[in-house]
């Protein structure tokens, strides 16, 4: 209903396999995903989605640990949300994982290169959210861009977990400490994918995060 309000048309299913067979016949234009759902679990509906589809997906989980073992995979989620969420959340996530998704769709435009960030080896497209590190493409969600953006924006200045705070949800919804260090943790991770001796990003502790270029 809250979607539904916000001008979205929505078609829902109460199991996995009936999402998938819905998907095969025609794809919507992004999908939110329960981890946890009868006859076929989000994690391997996405494994299958992912055989002939692009198409954004939002998952929704209560574990943390799901959490990791979904990006440690790079499965091809584009973001998640953990419960307990705000609705207003929910909303804004998805609107910016299809800007997202339509963006990478669109044709380059190479004249205008002012949503560019360089620093070092690291390369950040914000029209694409697409980021790259010594030339190899790596895959974030929505709320990793826009912690690393806030940090490589002014290298060699430290974030404090409140700025980053809110650079990743603005006035959104109340997070703790915890949750920047959680998303900090999977960003390194990520990044050490690709490149293991990764170190740009260092902690001060009690204080925050600093990025320094390379």
Do not use: C
Not at 28 to 39: G, N, S
Not at 151 to 164: I, K, S
């Amino acid at each position: 209903m809250t979607l539904e309000a916000e001008g979205f048309d929505v078609e829902t299913f109460t199991d996995g396999q009936s999402a998938l067979d819905a998907f095969e016949r025609r794809q919507p234009d992004m999908a939110v995903l329960d981890i946890k759902m009868p006859r076929m679990d989000g994690m391997d509906l996405l494994q299958r989605l992912r055989r002939f589809s692009v198409l954004p997906v939002i998952f929704l989980t209560s574990k943390e640990d799901e959490i990791d073992e979904i990006l440690g995979l790079r499965m091809g989620a584009d973001d998640y949300m953990k419960k307990p969420f705000s609705q207003r959340l929910l909303v804004e996530r998805i609107r910016a994982v299809l800007r997202r998704h339509e963006a990478r769709q669109a044709p380059a435009a190479p004249t205008d290169d002012r949503h560019l960030l360089e620093r070092g080896h690291l390369r950040m497209d914000s029209l694409r959210h697409a980021v790259g590190w010594r030339g190899q493409e790596v895959s974030l969600t929505v709320t990793e861009f826009l912690l690393l953006q806030a940090m490589a924006g002014r290298p060699g200045f430290v974030r404090t977990r409140d700025q980053l705070m809110q650079a990743a949800y603005q006035n959104e919804v109340h997070v703790d400490d915890r949750t920047i260090d959680s998303h900090i943790k999977r960003l390194r991770k990520k990044l050490r994918m690709v490149d293991p001796g990764f170190s740009a990003i260092e902690t001060l502790y009690g204080i925050g995060y600093r990025y320094n270029e390379v």
